[in-house]
């Protein structure tokens, strides 16, 4: 099981910017498909984004698509979410998670993924 550490959360204004990373340990991680998720008080945990375990194809939740970029450092073993034009529904804890190794396509179905972050706080206020 791959430990996963999510960092670069915090407050910002509307319309900003943050980078997230997910630092991951384990030797099986670049076989692994990494995801984005993130919770907002009150709703679901929903899927944001994923890149396959080479990285060659990227998934997005329509409500980001063209604001959020995902992206894999495997010799870092990070993986980044950087997000631009931030809106107040963007709001919520972030997680990063990864598939087991050797499962490397991309889903937005979080029950498919074994390994969790414990989260990152994104707030986005005036």
């Known amino acids: 099981q791959l430990r996963l550490v999510e960092s670069g959360g915090g407050l910002v204004q509307p319309g900003g910017s943050l980078r997230l990373a997910c630092a991951t340990s384990?030797?099986?991680?670049?076989?692994?498909?990494i995801g984005w998720f993130r919770q907002a008080p009150g709703k679901e945990r929903e899927g944001i984004a994923c890149?396959?375990?080479?990285?060659?194809?990227?998934g997005y939740l329509d409500s980001v698509k063209g604001r959020f970029s995902i992206s894999r450092d495997n010799a870092k073993r990070t993986v980044y979410l950087q997000m631009t034009n931030l809106t107040l529904e963007d709001t919520a804890v972030y997680y990063c998670?990864?598939?087991?190794?050797?499962?490397?396509?991309?889903?937005?179905?979080?029950?498919?993924?074994?390994?969790w972050g414990r989260g990152t706080q994104v707030t986005v206020s005036s």
């Open positions: 890149i396959t375990s080479g990285g060659s194809s990227r």
């Open positions: 998670a990864a598939r087991r190794p050797g499962f490397g396509t991309c889903t937005n179905t979080g029950t498919l993924f074994g390994s």
């Open positions: 384990g030797s099986t991680w670049a076989s692994s498909a």
